[in-house]
């Protein structure tokens, strides 16, 4: 398969000109959106571990009461994993240079016809956020808070793929998944079918912040889903 790459990443500073430095692997060649501080990798977990990690998640029994699963404190071994795979310069270095690096899971298991609402993470956590997307594809919509002429882009999420969000991607960048069955990708008019998918958050708290305040609804706003943090 042939190698698409150009993902604009924000080095330390909001202001500075971005590096390229995300890889796309795939048949479908595509251009990821010009998000600055966004960085994707395709196909990134390799199947065998995929397969691992579904399995993990299955024996420990995340979703056996709820679709959501929340964990913070030490990561979970096969989470740690994730963690330590992260690809070098994906993150500026203040972010990947911190111990650990993150320390809070979030897990998310979609239905076909399961939905998350357009959001921007909570300020309770740190800049810096990894998601692996495992099972069947779907595609997510990047949606600039505010609006105006940055537009809208769809990344097409695929098993083993890779997303990170700093700087103006996780602040300023709402990122969801419509509630449907079947969706068409516009960058290549692709129609991905929804199956079972699970989305592997992984973030880090903000020193000395206290888990008082109630958390949002982040589901069930389109296709049903339970309710969650984001």
């Known amino acids: ?38 960085c994707f990798y395709k196909h990134w977990l390799p199947e065998g571990l995929q397969a691992s990690v579904l399995e993990a998640i299955e024996l420990e029994g995340w979703f056996d ?7 913070f404190g030490r990561l979970p071994d096969w989470a740690a994993e994730l963690a330590s795979r992260m690809p070098e310069g994906s993150l500026p270095p203040d972010l990947a240079a911190r111990d650990p690096l993150f320390d809070q899971l979030i897990l998310n ?12 993470d909570l300020l ?19 949606t600039h808070a505010r609006g105006g002429e940055a537009g809208s882009h769809q990344l097409l999420l695929e098993p083993g793929d ?3 969000l700093h700087g103006p ?37 903000v020193q000395h912040c206290e888990l008082t305040e ?17």
């Open 1 to 38: 398969s042939g190698l698409v790459c150009w993902v604009l990443v924000w080095m330390q500073s909001w202001g500075h000109v971005p590096s390229l430095i995300c890889k796309l692997f795939g048949e479908d060649e595509w251009e990821c959106p010009p998000v600055p501080g966004l």
């Open 65 to 71: 009461e709820s679709n959501q699963g929340m964990h």
């Open 109 to 120: 298991r979609y239905q076909p016809g399961d939905g998350i609402r357009d959001h921007v």
């Open 124 to 142: 309770r956590f740190e800049d810096g956020i990894a998601i692996v997307s495992l099972g069947a594809p779907a595609v997510m919509h990047l």
């Open 162 to 164: 890779l997303l990170l």
């Open 169 to 205: 991607a996780r602040y300023e960048w709402m990122h969801g998944i419509r509630g449907v069955t079947q969706e068409v990708f516009a960058p290549t008019g692709r129609t991905v079918v929804r199956g079972v998918r699970t989305s592997v958050t992984l973030r880090r708290l």
């Open 214 to 230: 109630p958390a949002p609804e982040e589901r069930g706003g389109e296709g049903g889903g339970a309710g969650g943090m984001y």
